[in-house]
């Protein structure tokens, strides 16, 4: 049973940061594209930032030079360092990665969503 465990959301004021972690648990062979995605009320489920086994990353335009996504392979975790940040960035975060298990394929899996608010 893989689970996604997201960590870091809460309050903030506009400019201010947070930083997010994700921790990927159970019988993991190998977690290769990992990403944040964002869902805020009343629209679609948007992809922020991903970042491949390699380290590659790729973000959304409207938050290119306020987050970095990075990830540590050894502890299965990945993390999103958001700065800068602004209302419009109020949503319920998501952890996805993409998994391997023993003797399964890959698969894609969720996390449970943590709050980012972000207000004055």
């Known amino acids: 049973q893989v689970q996604l465990v997201e960590s870091g959301g809460g309050l903030v004021q506009p400019g201010g940061s947070l930083r997010l972690s994700c921790a990927v648990s159970?019988?993991?062979?190998?977690?290769?594209?990992m990403g944040w995605y964002r869902q805020a009320p009343g629209k679609q489920r948007e992809l922020v930032a991903a970042i491949t086994d390699g380290g590659d990353t790729n973000y959304a335009d409207d938050v290119k030079g306020r987050f970095t996504i990075s990830r540590d392979n050894a502890k299965n975790t990945v993390y999103l360092e958001m700065s800068s940040l602004k209302p419009e960035d109020t949503a319920v975060y998501y952890c996805?990665?993409?998994?391997?298990?023993?003797?399964?394929?890959?698969?894609?899996?969720w996390g449970q969503g943590t709050q980012v608010t972000v207000s004055s």
């Open positions: 159970g019988s993991i062979v190998q977690a290769y594209n």
């Open positions: 996805n990665a993409r998994i391997r298990q023993y003797l399964r394929p890959s698969d894609y899996y």
